[in-house]
């Protein structure tokens, strides 16, 4: 299970978020996260969203559609982005880039607070 299944199911879980809200939200910072990882499939996107990047494709999509950009919108509490990193990075999956704990973290932060994904570097 890669990294946007396994954290929407955390936070579906855990946190009690409606599942296909917590997918939207996670979808582009997922995608951003992967990009160094998996740079082919992510420029196929990233063309086919007619965009400079998968993760900017994805949620300028979304923007438009007026869904919600936020965890926090999903009823998300700060206090609870640890405990999700923590349970991310308990039990590996297969995800295209390895799961850093704190790159999780700041991944997590982003999401709650409805911003841009951000370019992570290749590991």
């Known amino acids: 299970m890669a990294l946007h299944h396994k954290l929407c199911h955390i936070?579906?879980?855990t946190f009690n978020l409606a599942h296909a809200e917590t997918?939207?939200?996670l979808l582009p910072h997922a995608a951003a996260y992967?990009?160094?990882a998996a740079p082919?499939?992510?420029e196929r996107v990233a063309r086919a969203l007619g965009s400079k990047s998968a993760a900017q494709g994805l949620w300028d999509l979304e923007a438009g559609m007026g869904v919600p950009l936020?965890?926090?919108s999903l009823g998300m509490k700060r206090e609870g982005l640890a405990l999700a990193a923590d349970l991310?990075?308990?039990t590996p999956s297969y995800?295209?880039?390895p799961l850093e704990r704190d790159a999780i973290r700041e991944l997590l932060e982003d999401a709650f607070s409805g911003q841009a994904p951000r370019s992570w570097p290749a590991t």
């Open 11 to 13: 936070l579906g879980g």
């Open 23 to 25: 997918h939207t939200v």
């Open 34 to 36: 992967n990009q160094p």
């Open 40 to 42: 082919q499939a992510m």
């Open 70 to 72: 936020s965890l926090q």
């Open 88 to 90: 991310a990075v308990k």
């Open 95 to 97: 995800n295209p880039r």
